[in-house]
């Protein structure tokens, strides 16, 4: 049987009713027959029925024992980071999603953790980080938003090595296309608000441990800290996921198409898409996952911060706004938007350039997107010449 397939029938059928769709326990308290005895829930923040659901249902995607759902992206990491102490070091992908980046540093180094960030896609980097305190590796694979591929596998075996966990932030690959606990990664988390959810609707996160025990840590620090994701966003993401499989092969056809289209274009430097045999980790892109995905990065041959951001306001279907994943096509400009909290100096050494542009591929036609991108040049090109000619003139 397909993936999807077994997908939309591991969604329970309510036993109760024979409701079809999950049902939404809004609730904060459950009845018990005498102090202790219930029905497996006794508060809301340890559990409730349709977040269990959904934590079921991304367990199984990622082949994990544990799956935990939260508030949001941020809240899973931070879950993830409570596993550590004072002391213990991350080695972590230089290409990090900001928001990680803050919380690593701005929240968890005055607790006395140390971020060592290297370029994973060169497993000798990660071997040179590693000290006798290195607890975490830390992966984004493919990155956001320069789109770089790590080698889960040859990482998990480091990982084992050193006797260190590894995590991935499987957020842009999901589990549709690439499965890090089956490739020998210890934890896999979501913002789910992206494609998992993939409606540009609500706010979630997902953690999914492999190890039971692992997992039952990750499920105390859940209730401890209280992070969790309410019933109403619960039900939303596993409708999100239901179509999981079948949005996202839309994603990769476009995303392929526009990366191929941007790379035939003369107003283009380079096009960042681990589906191009031009990039550099396609070959262990496409070892590790069944498709490239839905985000494709590309700077211009103007390099300057302007030219940039007159591309991001002068699109038509492509809108801008922070977050990808969902129905509609997004644009952003990743040095002055999702990496803005990053220092100028490392956000470049990390390969996001100032004119770098990231576009989230929606379920639009591909050959509307197209056309609106083609457009969108042929604009910047003529405002910039008017431009040109006036001062001139003047
Ligand atoms: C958005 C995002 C996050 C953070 O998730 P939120 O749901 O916004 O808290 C983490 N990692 C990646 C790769 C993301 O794109």
């Known amino acids: ?217 990750l499920k105390y620090l859940q209730n401890a800290c209280g992070a969790i994701l309410g019933p109403f966003d619960s039900w939303l993401v596993i409708r999100g996921i239901e179509t999981l499989h079948l949005r996202i092969r839309q994603h990769c056809s476009s995303a392929q198409a526009v990366a191929e289209f941007l790379e035939s274009h003369p107003q283009v430097d380079k096009v960042y898409y681990p589906g191009l045999s031009s990039h550099p980790n396609h070959l262990i892109a496409k070892k590790q996952a069944k498709n490239f995905g839905g985000i494709v990065s590309f700077s211009l041959k103007d390099d300057t911060e302007e030219a940039a951001i007159n591309f991001v306001t002068s699109t038509g279907l492509f809108k801008l706004a922070e977050s990808l994943g969902g129905i509609k096509s997004l644009i952003s400009h990743p040095a002055n938007m999702t990496h803005k909290s990053i220092p100028a100096e490392k956000r470049r050494a990390a390969g996001v350039s100032d004119s770098l542009i990231r576009l989230s591929i929606g379920l639009e036609e591909t050959e509307d997107l197209i056309k609106d991108l083609s457009d969108t040049f042929q604009r910047v090109h003529t405002k910039k010449t008017t431009q040109y000619s006036t001062t001139k003139t003047v």
């Not at 929240?107 to 006395?112: A, I, K, L, P, T």
């Not at 040179?128 to 984004?140: G, R």
């Open 1 to 217: 049987m397909s993936n999807a397939t077994q997908l939309i029938h591991s969604i329970p059928v309510d036993p109760l009713t024979g409701a079809i769709a999950v049902p939404i326990y809004q609730t904060s308290t459950f009845v018990q027959e005498a102090p202790g005895v219930n029905k497996g829930y006794d508060y809301a923040r340890s559990g409730n029925p349709t977040r269990a659901t959904l934590e079921k249902l991304i367990a199984g995607l990622e082949n994990g024992e544990v799956g935990l759902a939260f508030a949001s992206g941020l809240a899973a990491i931070d879950n993830v980071i409570k596993l550590l102490k004072t002391g213990d070091e991350i080695v972590a992908v230089d290409d990090i999603y900001g928001g990680a980046y803050r919380l690593f540093n701005n929240v968890y180094e005055q607790f006395g953790i140390k971020v060592h960030y290297v370029d994973t896609s060169d497993v000798a980097n990660i071997v040179d980080a590693i000290t006798p305190n290195t607890k975490l590796i830390w992966l984004e694979t493919p990155t956001n938003p320069t789109l770089k591929i790590s080698d889960i596998a040859a990482i998990a075996k480091i990982a084992k090595a050193n006797a260190c966990l590894l995590c991935v932030d499987n957020t842009f690959a999901t589990p549709a296309l690439q499965q890090p606990l089956s490739l020998g990664a210890d934890i896999v988390i979501h913002s789910a608000t992206k494609y998992l959810g993939g409606h540009s609707d609500l706010i979630a996160g997902i953690v999914v441990a492999k190890d039971k025990e692992i997992g039952a840590r």
